[in-house]
């Protein structure tokens, strides 16, 4: 089975841009998260989807932060504007309903300057 | 709320030697316990997981992990350690199928030949 997809793989911008990253779980895996990994740090959750409906986000910055997953397969994680502190690895991971496993992509490296 | 501590940030072995990566936790209650490894410029893979049982689990490529509830304990060990083990080392708690992970900070892992 395919992996979890991940795009882009890579991005820099400047303070105050946005960005927007997109990622595509396994196929079936109803339950999705992004994690935010800054360097030197295990990654911290930014909000989860169960299905097309957000179950936690009490840690995404929502007055930068914003996520959708409308059809309840694919996700977007959107920042604007962005600030230097962003600069992170974000990761994506999906878990089939009743299953204990995360699967996690290969994350979008952000560099901000 | 939960929290992992992983004791190590760096650790320096030549190959053959042994290898305990501390993992200490903070939740009451019923736990799922993961190590995760994410080898350099790839994303992170599971290498082992505890939901019941038997508390010494067995992960791929010769790891095992020891679950040791009355210390709130899940080292990480392998009795000889490989150049290509070198990687960061990454240990996660969930109380349900449903939360989400919650992360150490990682121990860096460098093997020497």
């Known amino acids: 089975e395919a992996g979890v997809a991940q795009s882009p793989r890579y991005k820099i911008i400047e303070k105050r841009q946005s960005v927007a990253f997109w990622c595509n779980p396994i196929?079936?895996?109803?339950?999705l998260y992004w994690y935010q990994q800054i360097l030197g740090q295990g990654p911290k959750l930014l909000i989860q989807?169960?299905?097309?409906?957000?179950?936690?986000d009490s840690q995404l910055p929502k007055d930068r932060f914003s996520a959708e997953r409308l059809k309840g397969v694919d996700s977007t994680l959107k920042i604007q504007p962005a600030k230097l502190e962003d600069s992170a690895v974000y990761l994506c991971?999906?878990?089939?309903?009743?299953?204990?496993?995360?699967?996690f992509g290969p994350g979008t490296r952000l560099t901000v300057t | 709320a939960q929290s992992v501590s992983q004791h190590n940030h760096h650790v320096i072995l030549s190959e053959a030697a042994s290898l305990e990566l501390g993992c200490n936790y903070s939740?009451?209650?019923?736990?799922?316990l993961f190590w995760y490894v994410q080898y350099p410029g790839q994303h992170l893979q599971l290498l082992l997981k505890?939901?019941?049982?038997?508390?010494l689990v067995k992960g791929i490529k010769g790891f095992e992990a020891e679950f040791i509830k009355s210390k709130f304990s899940f080292n990480l060990r392998k009795p000889s350690v490989q150049w290509s083990d070198t990687a960061e080392y990454f240990c996660?708690?969930?109380?349900?199928?449903?939360?989400?992970?919650?992360f150490g900070k990682g121990t860096r892992l460098s093997v020497i030949a």
């Open positions: 991971a999906g878990r089939s309903t009743g299953g204990l496993e995360q699967y």
């Open positions: 196929s079936g895996h109803a339950t």
């Open positions: 989807f169960q299905n097309n409906g957000v179950v936690d």
């Open positions: 939740y009451g209650g019923t736990v799922n």
């Open positions: 505890y939901f019941s049982g038997d508390p």
């Open positions: 996660a708690v969930t109380s349900s199928g449903n939360t989400p992970l919650v």
